[in-house]
């Protein structure tokens, strides 16, 4: 079992940067991929970045290619999502996951197999 806790939300400003961090407990040693997914206001949970946990592979959702970036600390069990040029659209509740096969890029494989944190909420004015 993985325990995930993120920690990182609160408010920025359009245009503004925030990073989330995801730290992991447990079983990390079973973890293969890390990922960060949001909810928006009435909207459904998408994913938004992973990367590999012990390899050096990264994904993104185009949404937010060329201002989020993911990042882990593998001997801190930690991963980190830094988001710039923050749009008001980013307002959402941003939730990690994590991920103990293969496929770290897949969104089905965390909402199959994947653990999760309790979501941290990141509201971005204009």
């Known amino acids: 079992q993985v325990q995930l806790v993120e920690s990182g939300g609160g408010l920025g400003q359009a245009g503004g940067s925030l990073r989330l961090s995801c730290a992991a407990s447990?079983?990390?040693?079973?973890?293969?991929?890390m990922g960060w997914f949001r909810q928006r206001p009435g909207k459904e949970r998408e994913f938004v970045a992973a990367t590999s946990w012990k390899g050096s592979g990264t994904c993104y959702a185009d949404s937010v290619k060329g201002r989020f970036t993911i990042s882990r600390d593998n001997a801190k069990g930690t991963a980190f999502l830094q988001m710039n040029s923050l749009k008001p659209e980013d307002t959402a509740v941003y939730f990690c996951?994590?991920?103990?096969?293969?496929?770290?890029?897949?969104?089905?494989?965390?909402?199959?197999?994947?653990?999760w944190g309790q979501g941290t909420q990141v509201t971005v004015s204009s």
């Open positions: 447990g079983s990390i040693f079973s973890i293969n991929g």
């Open positions: 996951a994590a991920v103990p096969n293969w496929g770290f890029c897949s969104s089905t494989n965390y909402y199959t197999s994947g653990s």
